[in-house]
C-alpha cells in the first residue's frame, strides 16, 4: 500500500460510497494492467449475500470487451466531498447495457494530498515553545509529519473562551 493513502472501512465506507450515489458525482472506472477505463456513476449500494452490491451506470460494449478478461476485477477512482482520491477495486458479479454489479468493496484508499503522511499524536502529547518576547507555552500535539506538527495552544483557547463568555454574558 502507498504510505500516503488511509484506509476507510466499515460504516465510514458505506457513508462515502452512499455520498457519492446520493451526488451522482463521475467516477473513473478501468480494468486494471490495460488501456480500458470509462467514465461513469455509481448508481446504488444494495443488499445481498455478504457485504452486498454497487450497481455502475452501464457502459456501452463493456460486457463485451469484459468478457476478455478471466481475472474480472474492476479498479474505480473518484474524488471524495473535500476533493481528496479515493480508489479501491472489486470483482464484476454481472453486466449488462443498463447496469454493472460489482461486489461491495472492503476498503478505500483515500489518498492523501500532502507530500507526507500525518500520523497521530499519542494521548497526552504536548510541545513547548517560546514566542517572541513571552515566555515558554505548552501546546497539545495532535499529529506529527515529516512536514511538521499539529498543536493547539493553551493561550489561543483561554482567549477565544474569553471572548466568546463575554459574548454569552
Known sequence: MDPSAEIVEDRRLVEMLRGLTDSRKMCRMEIPHTGYSWITLLLDLQQGSGSGYLLID???????IFSHYAKREISLEFPESDG???RFSTRVIECNRKTIRVEFSKSVFRMQKRRSFRIRARSGAEILFQRKGRTKEKARVYDYSL?????LAETFLESVWAKNSSRLA
Open 147 to 151: 512536514g511538521g506538527t499539529s498543536f
Open 84 to 86: 481528496v482520491p479515493c
Open 58 to 64: 452501464g457502459i456501452v460494449e463493456f460486457e463485451k
